[in-house]
């Protein structure tokens, strides 16, 4: 398959919740799962929807283990992933969804390769993110999810904070009250601006207003219809919502 079927067949495993294989695809090299993975956010445009920010994978052991990677990944945020902190998401259209605590960075200033990524940022807040592989359970290969948009399916952020020390904050992931994950920000690369400097290393320049999810601070829960899920980070506060129920 070319670039443009591999995009249409990983758009269609989406928009019909139908996984594909994985290891199927053919794709072995990264540079053409990025071109993949362009030509399937082409098409999210395509249908109207608008880019809203950039993300990360694999910056943390816990998730480099869970998937069996280790190569850090980036991926397109767009509106229609965007969940209103304390708002409700609709998960029945997704094929397998998980969700696992990030910390978000919002850019003041533009941000480039090389740069001092701590001042070009102008706040931070504790962030969820829903992951939901076009793959069949969850099995790739690293262009795979490359080409997959990094899993995409859902973000929200908290409320936002002036820049803090973000080196080594400690992490909470709660479903309906139940402790499912603990971790600390420092899990991300050793400390999340070192992911922000590696977004901006992968994505040559970010805009001001870009809205940059680091990475995973744990490994990724599996999420089902009817749960309240929160997300803390100590210092930055909490974030988070609600799966619709079942129909
Ligand atoms: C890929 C997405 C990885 C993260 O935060 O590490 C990611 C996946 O786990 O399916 O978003
Ligand atoms: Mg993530």
Redesign the pocket.
Known sequence: MNTAELAQTLDDAALHARPLPGGGSGLSDTDQAYAVQAALVARKLARGEQITGF??????LA?MR??GVSDL?H?RLTDRMHIADGGKFDVSGLIHP?V?P?VAFLLGDTLRAGGDPAAAVAAVAPAL?V?D?RYDG?R?SLPE?IADN???AGYVVGAWSDMTDLGNLGVLLELDGRLVQTGSTAAILGHPLRALAAAARLAGELAPGTVI?A??ATA?VALSPGTHVRATVAGLGTVGFTTEEAA
């Open positions: 993300k990360l994978g694999f910056t943390s998730k869970q998937m990944i991926g998980r696992e990030e993110e992951i592989s969850f790739f999810v990094t899993s995409a999810l990475g995973a990724a």
